[in-house]
C-alpha cells in the first residue's frame, strides 16, 4: 500500500498530468510515424498472422460509429472530451491518495486529449492498429489513444472491485 505525505498530496494530483502528457506525446509520435509511413509505403502493413498496421481516419466514435461526412461528429466529440477532461482532472484532484485510480484517470486524460488533437488538427482521429484471426474476424483499428482510455478504464474498474482497504 503506498502512504503519500501531507506535503505531497497538496499538489500531488498534478504529478499524473506527467502520466498524462506521456500518453499524448506517444500517441501523437505513432500516429505522425505511421501517416508518414504510409504516404510512401501501400495501405496495409502486416506484421504478423494477427497483426497489421493500417491507415485509417475516424471521424465518428470507436469503432467508427456516428462517422458521417458532416461536422457534427468532430464537434460533438470534441466537445465531449474538453467536458471529460475538466472532469477527469477535478476527479484526480479528489483522488489524490489513490494512486491506483489517479493512474486510470491519468490514462483516460491523456487518451482522450490525443484523439482530440486529432479532431481538432485534421477532423479526424488517425487509427492504425488492427488485429485480426485468420484473415476473416477482424478488430476495427485503433491507436495508443485508445489503448490508454481502455487500460485506464480497466484500471478504473479493478479498483472500484476491490475491498476499500485495497483501493489506495
Known amino acids: 500500500m503506498l502512504n503519500w505525505s501531507e506535503s505531497e498530496t ?13 500518453v499524448i506525446v506517444l500517441d501523437q509520435w505513432s500516429k505522425t510515424t505511421v501517416v508518414q509511413y504510409f504516404a510512401l509505403h501501400p495501405p496495409i502493413l502486416m506484421l504478423t498472422s494477427w497483426f497489421n498496421l493500417v491507415l485509417a481516419y475516424n471521424r465518428g466514435a470507436a469503432f467508427s460509429l456516428f462517422a458521417d461526412n458532416s461536422e ?17 482532472i477535478a476527479s484526480l484532484r ?5 494512486p491506483y485510480a489517479s493512474a486510470g484517470l491519468a490514462l483516460i486524460l491523456g487518451g482522450a486529449m490525443g484523439n482530440l488533437i486529432d479532431r ?19 478488430w476495427p483499428a485503433f491507436n495508443i489513444a485508445d489503448s490508454a482510455i481502455t487500460l485506464g478504464a480497466l484500471v478504473l474498474v479493478i479498483v472500484s472491485l476491490q475491498p476499500s482497504g485495497m483501493r489506495e
Do not use: E, T
Open 10 to 22: 497538496h499538489n500531488g494530483w498534478a504529478r499524473w498530468l506527467w502520466l498524462s502528457l506521456l
Open 72 to 88: 457534427l461528429p468532430r464537434i460533438l466529440f470534441s466537445a465531449l472530451a474538453i467536458v471529460a477532461g475538466i472532469l477527469i
Open 94 to 98: 479528489s483522488q489524490v491518495k489513490r
Open 120 to 138: 481538432i488538427r485534421i477532423g479526424a482521429v488517425v487509427d492504425f492498429i488492427q488485429w485480426h484471426w485468420a484473415d476473416v474476424y477482424y
